[in-house]
């Protein structure tokens, strides 16, 4: 993905100024390491979170933990305010698996 | 954030079978890692839009870049499927920053 996205004609800056461009690709650069480390955290916890799910299930267990979803609410929405509780409702549903 | 969680009454593992549960509260500490780390890059990555919008605009350039905007959509979907959408949404509003 990354290599495509580096063949590939380069993505505007949206910019004329050179020296605005060159520090707009910079940061790009490092937003691109972020979307890679987001997207592997992502899928590392939505694997573990299937894995708890199962073991709890597996051994005569709910399917279910209502209070620890209230905690992970929480714990998105106290650091990163609205942004963080439509986060983590959309963690939270891709570590339920289909239900 | 975390020290209150820890100190705070312990959260049901949702099982009453001891292996399962020491499983889970293990499965558990790392997801709560990566939840710390999630947060900390979301925080990085919305900074750096700012940052990135800001430099456009005070160079003359457009307010936002579409093609861009594109090119993380497609990212995200392209390795977490219908979730990937979602979660691209949400990034790319908390990274424009107030219209």
Chains 1, 2 share one sequence.
Do not use: C, N, Y
Not at 11 to 25: C, L, P, V
Not at 57 to 85: C, H, K, N, P, Y
């Amino acid at each position: 993905m990354t290599a495509k996205l580096a063949d590939a004609q380069p993505t505007s800056t949206g910019t004329e100024e050179a020296e605005a461009a060159t520090a707009i690709r910079g940061m790009r650069e490092r937003i691109d390491e972020i979307d890679a480390e987001l997207i592997r955290l992502w899928q590392e916890r939505a694997s573990l979170s299937h894995q708890v799910g199962a073991t709890r299930v597996a051994s005569g267990g709910t399917r279910l933990v209502l209070s620890r979803e209230r905690e992970i609410l929480d714990r998105f929405r106290d650091a990163l305010g609205a942004d963080g509780t439509q986060l983590a409702l959309l963690i939270l549903r891709a570590g339920r698996g289909p239900l």
